[in-house]
């Protein structure tokens, strides 16, 4: 069955919670100048690897990673997927305990940050349970509730800017020496990989998703870019979450609210747990082809609490900044070794079949 609009959008609104909070503030705090240059590169390497690693699956038709690198044999496996588990594990744990601190920070100070780390981990816990269609389905539930305001949001954010500030082509490459720049990719790394588990569900044209990645790319533009151009560059870098204190600036009059920010927010939200939903079934999937006696929806439960307690331990967000830079070797390996192994792979198992019929 062809869901490739489903697939779209998935892949659209997994990126945006990613990109409006901490991808502004990575860029701006690796450079002083020429913003456009890491995101090029960023924006590239996204549409170089997500192309190969798609090219490798269509070798490999209704097989997912799991079954990939299991034909290929148990080492293989065990070298390619214990890592992805490892990254996903620590995807959920840096996301939640992540967003969570944001959620208490910029509107609900006097929750306690236990309490918000549950509803989120409930919520998404209870979406990846029922399976990957209840996943879409919500995926397009929420395109439909949140997408027009979200759009709305973004070109409003304009009003304030002064392109004064805009200067394109004064770089250079100091920001490769950056851990922030680095840490940039959190953006673009594991937002692609569900496309190698949903291929025993449904089928998709690598053209649509390929549609999907390219509008996203004025959204990492102008995600670092509006704020620059508001304050400065100088102010921006100051700045928490630059793209939020944006919105916070927009005033509407024709709205009835005065703050379009907890809209903004609660939008971008409803996205991450989607996001989150779709990364513990994922895990859950390794899990269980490796311990397949545990049931998918107690392994997620456990997984859950696992992630509740170790949250405990992140006292504050110097904490989830450190995370996030250990974290960078594991997400370049999934973000290099899985796309290119799956199309060697592929290209392999072509080419034997080829010599078997001649």
């Not at 922030?180 to 692609?192: I, K, L, M, T, W």
């Not at 895990?283 to 082809?289: A, E, K, L, P, Q």
């Amino acid at each position: 069955m062809d869901k490739s609009l489903n697939v779209m959008v998935i892949y659209i609104l997994s990126h945006l919670g990613l990109i409006f909070f901490m991808y502004p503030g990575n860029i701006i705090d690796s450079t002083e100048q020429g913003h456009w240059l890491p995101i090029l590169i960023g924006v590239i390497v996204h549409f170089v690897f997500i192309t190969i690693y798609m090219k490798g699956l269509e070798l490999f038709p209704k097989k997912d990673v799991i079954s990939i690198y299991s034909s290929i044999g148990k080492g293989t496996a065990v070298f390619f997927l214990i890592p992805v588990l490892l990254y996903f594990i620590m995807i959920i744990l840096i996301t939640v305990r992540a967003y969570a601190e944001i959620i208490t920070i910029v509107f609900l100070s006097n929750t306690p940050l236990w309490a918000i780390i549950l509803l989120i981990l409930f919520i998404s816990t209870y979406i990846a349970a029922n399976g990957i269609e209840p996943i879409f389905r919500t995926g397009f539930l929420l395109a439909i509730l949140f997408l027009p305001l979200i759009v709305m949001i973004f070109f409003t954010s304009f009003q304030n800017v002064d392109w004064h500030y805009f200067v394109p082509f004064d770089t250079d490459f100091k920001f490769m020496s950056s851990p922030s720049y680095y840490e940039s990719f959190f953006a673009f790394s594991g937002g692609f990989l569900f496309l190698g588990f949903i291929q025993p569900y449904f089928s998709y044209k690598r053209k649509k998703v390929l549609i999907a990645a390219a509008i996203l790319i004025p959204i990492f533009l102008f995600s670092v870019y509006i704020p620059i151009l508001t304050f400065g560059q100088a102010t921006a870098a100051t700045t928490f979450l630059p793209y939020v204190v944006v919105v916070d600036t927009i005033n509407i009059n024709w709205l009835m609210f005065d703050r379009v920010t907890m809209f903004f927010l609660l939008s971008l939200i409803s996205f991450i747990m989607l996001y989150l939903a779709l990364v513990i079934w994922k895990t859950v999937r390794i899990i269980n082809h490796y311990i397949p006696s545990i049931h998918s929806s107690y392994c997620m439960i456990l997984l859950s609490l696992a992630i509740f307690i170790t949250c405990h331990f992140i006292s504050d967000w110097k904490e989830v900044e450190k995370l996030f830079l250990w974290n960078t070797l594991l997400r370049f390996y999934v973000l290099f070794a899985i796309p290119l192994s799956i199309y060697y792979f592929g290209r392999r198992a072509k080419r034997k079949e080829n010599n078997a019929n001649t």
